[in-house]
T-cell receptor, first 114, second 116 residues
């Protein structure tokens, strides 16, 4: 069965600092991987996704993630944090064997200090 | 514009009552999903439906029921058997993007259910 683990339920960075949110997955088949962002009391917005091809994926708002098969990782990064980046972030893998449902990690809450 | 509409945004339930959360989409997506979100636990799948008149249990289906009588609608009923229903509920839909296993997902804005 596929699963996703996000390391760190809370991450705090200073404005302008590097953002690194960690995600590891387990999958017996080539995975489709996603990062979503959620602002309070709202739905999920897709930041980026990896399907096939280039392992470095660029998304919206300056975020990017690198698929590393050897490390089973899909960490999310942004070179310089903005105050508006404060939100909760979810890593997910698509369960291709069961109608494409998404399996989510536990989430990481990002705080940005001025 | 196409999208998913969840209603109501906030819902209060007395203990012992059944309540139904609405989810409607006009994206013509075949598959629809219900997730429950609790702090520190991410999103957990309650039920999903890949086609009209068919649905499957997810990881935490106990105390919930669904129906899929129309492609556009996938209502979730939280029954009195659900002992801890206070949570944020998200509905989603998906469609294959390239005829393979690559899906595009759309999420609603959620319903926050509180037991009073």
């Amino acid at each position: 069965a596929q699963s996703v683990t996000q390391l760190g339920s809370h991450v705090s960075v200073s404005e302008g600092a590097l953002v690194l949110l960690r995600c590891n997955y387990s999958s017996s088949v080539p995975p489709y991987l996603f990062w979503y962002v959620q602002y309070p009391n709202q739905g999920l917005q897709l930041l980026l996704k990896y399907t096939t091809g280039a392992t470095l994926v660029k998304g919206i708002n300056g975020f990017e993630a690198e698929f590393k098969k050897s490390e089973t990782s899909f960490h999310l990064t942004k070179p310089s944090a903005h105050m508006s980046d404060a939100a909760e972030y979810f890593c997910a893998v698509s369960d291709d064997n069961q109608g494409g449902k998404l399996i989510f990690g536990q989430g990481t809450e990002l705080s940005v200090k001025p | 514009d196409g999208g998913i509409t969840q209603s109501p945004k906030y819902l209060f339930r007395k203990e012992g009552q059944n309540v139904t959360l609405s989810c409607e989409q006009n994206l013509n997506h075949d598959a629809m999903y219900w997730y429950r979100q609790d702090p520190g636990q991410g999103l957990r799948l309650i039920y999903y439906s890949q086609i009209v008149n068919d649905f499957q249990k997810g990881d935490i289906a106990e105390g919930y029921s669904v129906s899929r009588e129309k492609k556009e609608s996938f209502p979730l009923t939280v029954t009195s058997a659900q002992k801890n229903p206070t949570a944020f509920y998200l509905c989603a839909s998906s469609t294959p993007l390239d005829g393979g296993l690559n899906y595009g997902y759309t999420f609603g804005s959620g319903t926050r259910l509180t037991v009073v």
